[in-house]
């Protein structure tokens, strides 16, 4: 029974999802500092969402208590960390995260590092702490938790510079990596992409997806929620999980749509 238990506590539906072929859309959070949005993302149909500690000045705490309140409403929380700092990805883990993005991974070796940090021993050196949240603060025999642990943990590497995509066949080549995430923003700002490279654009998904499928890795994408082109031709290609967008730009786009419906209507109203 105690097996049972663990099984389920430690079980990661966002990589049952992706070994189904099914779509995972993400939302990124940046601003949200309350429980209410895991119950909002997951109303509004997402599977997964992440914490950005990269792009935003969300504390450790403010993450443990975002990514709580996402799992408890159904909805796979990741973090995206600044870098691969394995104090920090173990708090963070700590902290009730099922999964990491790690930004900026440009070869096998920094790969290998972030999967180390992540992972229990043997399969790296993550420490061992005490009361996990993930486990609901019950205690398990602590091989068995790490072990169950540690095949739970989703890791997406970030695809994001030249470098990075140059080394691709390597970086999916390490184990533990679930997943090549390119982000587009980062990638296309490096390579000089243009609006409309579309065809550059999905070269570059395609090579990856080649490097992904030759070691059973998954791909998303990142920053081309405002490319529906490319969105499409890609998801068609094989790509399954995407980054939809930011808390802040889903603020900014929605307030503004709402104020010029308010407004195209007092303009009606006084004509």
């Known amino acids: 029974m105690a097996n049972d238990d663990l099984s389920s506590l430690t079980r990661n539906p966002l990589k049952e999802r992706l070994a189904r072929g099914e779509l995972a859309a993400s939302m990124s ?38 990514c709580h309140a996402a799992r408890e409403a159904g909805v796979v929380p990741l973090v995206r960390v600044p870098g691969v700092d394995a104090a920090f990805i173990g708090r963070v883990l700590d902290g009730c995260a099922m999964g990491l993005i790690l930004p900026h991974i440009e070869d096998a070796s920094q ?52 470098a990075g995509l140059g080394a691709v066949d390597a ?7 679930d997943m090549l995430f390119v982000g587009a923003g980062d990638l296309g700002a490096e390579l000089g992409w243009a609006d409309g490279d579309d065809d550059v654009v999905v070269a570059v998904f395609e090579r990856v ?15 081309i929620a405002n490319r529906p082109e490319v969105m499409r031709r890609v998801l068609r290609l094989g790509v399954r999980f995407v980054s939809t967008g930011t808390d ?4 900014a786009s929605g307030a503004a749509r709402q104020l010029a419906v308010v407004t195209q209507a007092h303009q009606d109203a006084s004509a």
């Open 29 to 66: 959070l940046r601003i949200s500092r309350s429980h209410e949005i895991g119950r909002i993302a997951a109303s509004a149909g997402f599977s997964t969402l992440y914490v950005d500690l990269e792009h935003s000045v969300l504390s450790l705490e403010t993450a443990a208590m975002l």
């Open 209 to 223: 997806l080649a490097a992904a499928r030759s070691h059973g890795k998954f791909v998303g994408a990142g920053g």
């Open 171 to 177: 970086i999916a080549a390490v184990d533990g990596v």
């Open 111 to 162: 790969a290998r590092a972030a999967v180390a940090a992540a992972m229990y021993p043997p399969r790296g050196g993550r420490s061992m702490g005490s009361g996990q949240a993930l486990l609901h603060y019950r205690s398990f025999p602590a091989a068995q938790a790490a072990s169950a642990l540690n095949a739970s943990l989703f890791i997406a590497v970030m695809v994001e510079s030249a």
């Open 248 to 251: 802040l730009g889903f603020l």
